[in-house]
């Protein structure tokens, strides 16, 4: 799986939208970006994945940059719940286990 | 709460005693990991089994390590002669065949005293 690269943290106003950028600049063709957050003491969870295409749901967006070494999570109206671990994570098509990196602690401020 | 529980959610055990940690995965999963998370890192992938199958191990799950899931439901994870560095936080996720997502349990966090 491809490495991936985030910044260690990342401070975010309450309301405003939160930028968080991934580089994984040895991406391979078949390798999806997945981003997962973990809120203290709690297990990860899912946030959104794609493999070229921009995506969005009901909690956030992806950009993927058309070379595809990058990508942004885009929180569009941070809220003090959204103060987690976020996790950028490079997997192959088919592959199982997701390799968690040290992820960018996103802290929220009122 | 993701439907993925796990139990206990916390344990602590001297060193050298054995311990055994449950995962009951959301019902229509067939597929189910186990994670190991130690302070200040991201989780680590340990194993994971589709149906009753074990199909994948790290290299981290060392021979005083291991795991079942007997009927394709709950899964069991046992430490053998813990030792100090087998403190962490194992977690759980359970997933569709095919689906992209994986759920997550709430963790058992072990101390090794």
């Known amino acids: 799986d491809a490495k991936t690269t985030q910044p260690p943290s990342m401070d975010c106003a309450e309301g405003r939208a939160a930028n968080l950028p991934c580089n994984h600049s040895?991406?391979?063709?078949?390798?999806?970006v997945y981003w997962y957050r973990q809120i203290h003491s709690q297990g990860p969870q899912y946030i959104i994945h794609?493999?070229?295409n921009n995506e969005t749901n009901e909690m956030a967006s992806l950009i993927i940059t058309e070379d595809r070494k990058s990508s942004t999570l885009i929180l569009p109206h941070a809220t003090l719940r959204d103060t987690a671990v976020y996790y950028c994570?490079?997997?192959?098509?088919?592959?199982?286990?997701?390799?968690f990196g040290q992820g960018t602690r996103l802290t929220i401020n009122p | 709460d993701t439907g993925v529980s796990q139990n206990p959610r916390h344990k602590i055990t001297k060193r050298g005693q054995n311990v055994t940690f449950r995962c009951d995965p959301i019902?229509?999963?067939?597929?189910l990991y186990w994670y190991r998370q130690t302070l200040g890192q991201g989780p680590e992938f340990l194993t994971y089994?589709?149906?009753?199958?074990?199909?994948?191990k790290s290299r981290l799950l060392s021979d005083r390590f291991s795991a079942e899931r007997p009927k394709g439901s709950f899964s069991t994870l046992e430490i053998q002669r813990t030792e100090q560095g087998d403190s962490a936080m194992y977690l759980c996720?359970?997933?569709?065949?095919?689906?992209?997502?994986?759920?997550f349990g709430p963790g058992t966090r072990l101390t090794v005293l």
């Open positions: 996720a359970s997933s569709f065949h095919g689906g992209h997502e994986q759920f």
């Open positions: 040895t991406i391979s063709g078949n390798e999806y």
């Open positions: 794609g493999l070229k």
């Open positions: 994570i490079v997997r192959v098509e088919g592959a199982q286990k997701l390799v």
């Open positions: 019902s229509e999963h067939n597929r």
């Open positions: 089994f589709q149906n009753e199958a074990q199909l994948e």
